[in-house]
């Protein structure tokens, strides 16, 4: 399957953090003929092992599974569902977004209500209205009609959006963050047929919450090196100040040097410059985002993991539709095998 199939797949696949499932199975799907061992852990993080020459280092890749999203607070007598929001979302993103809320009944199709312009006060379009104010739609006339259709507190909730292709090679569709991190690694595993560590190719779980499956993925895979696969933000739309956000989309991957919980490690961001200068794929520096990655967490394993990231610049990140360029996700799983590849002449 192509890179762009296996984006796409993964992209309308749902799983909104703590609700995986659907994810993994897919990356289960897609790593399983690349690796020699697979397994999900305890808590349902996907670890694949590809095993390299004996007293090689090891290799922890790891992309985090799960997605922004919402669940069911309370639904209310007349039918409407209050919702919480899972992970970093914009309260101002959410008014009239098409979403499906996920019941043991199965999917249901709902929009985040709105007040429409006509009766809208002055006042009241300037404001921004708090997600606590806000309620989604299934259709239902009343809270007994609701929990009939299957929906109960904490069903999640996902954005509905379909996957598409834009224009040669940029392409739109939800979840991006972190989709592209499992494509890249499942693109990585597929390319890494010869090499000499060890390879543990992770998928995370619950990281918009505080990285907490790449907690105790590291703690039972204890890398010599770790490198999450991730997206950032592409600071090259209109609105966005110089320097504000490095990193712009179509120049290559990016590497983080520091963010709000990682310095990356020394030799590592060496490691990866090195990989990425001999094999003449260009990169771009970053700094000073807040939020980080599962290479925070992978990095205070144990007694210390030096650990790195590469990501992939994408628009609108955490919103219902994000956009990136193919060429930095080329780029990225290139730079991910030659950086492997070379962890042996460093750690
Ligand atoms: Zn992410």
Redesign the pocket.
Known sequence: MKLVEVLENLSNANGVTGREEQVRELMRQYLKPYVDEIREDRLGNLIAFKRGKKDAPTVMLAA?MDEIGLMVKNIKKRGFLQFTKIGGIDDRILLAQKVVVHTDKGPLTGVVGSKPVHIQTDEERKKVINADKLFIDVGARDREEAEKMGVQVGDVVSFDTKFARLGDSVVFGKAF??RVGCAILVETMRRLQKVDCNVYAVGTIQ?EVGLRGATIAAFQVEPDVGIAL??TVAGDTPGVAEGEAPAKMGEGPVLTVADAGLIAHPKVLRLLMDSAKENKIPYQLETGIRGS?DAARIALSREGVPSGVISVPARYIHSPAAIVDLDDVEKAVRLAVAMVEKVPEIF
Do not use: F, G, N
């Open positions: 985090h963050d972190d990281e991730d997206s990655t």
